[in-house]
């Protein structure tokens, strides 16, 4: 079965971190792209961060550039996104996705792995 599983969100004052992780099973992780995604309340579904197959590099939206991290650890199928300095402005439900390889990997509508989210939530 394939499948995605978030975990690590909660509820942090503005300015504290938190530490996303998404573990992956039955599919080659090491094969696909992986994302970062996230729905604000009354907002669209968002890219965050991804790591792209195709070109080996990761990207990050221009609102958490420098403040999120993305990695992975394919040996244990997880994907991880570090949050730093976070915002009010970062509350949302974080998804965490997979697809094979995209031209564009901050693309939500493209993924078609998804898992149920983890809320983050940042008081002002």
């Known amino acids: 079965q394939v499948l995605v599983v978030e975990s690590g969100g909660g509820l942090v004052q503005a300015g504290g971190s938190l530490r996303l992780s998404c573990t992956a099973s039955g599919f080659s992780f090491d094969d696909y792209d992986l994302g970062w995604f996230r729905q604000g309340p009354g907002k669209e579904r968002e890219g965050v961060a991804c790591?792209?197959?195709?070109?080996?590099?990761?990207y990050y939206a221009d609102s958490v550039e420098g403040r999120f991290t993305i990695s992975r650890d394919n040996a244990k199928n997880t994907l991880y996104m570090q949050m730093n300095s976070l915002k009010p402005g970062d509350t949302a439900m974080y998804y965490c996705?997979?697809?094979?390889?995209?031209?564009?990997?901050?693309?939500?509508?493209?993924?078609?792995?998804w898992g149920q989210g983890t809320q983050v939530t940042v008081s002002s």
């Open positions: 790591f792209s197959w195709i070109d080996g590099t990761t």
């Open positions: 996705a997979a697809h094979l390889p995209l031209l564009h990997c901050l693309t939500p509508d493209d993924y078609n792995i």
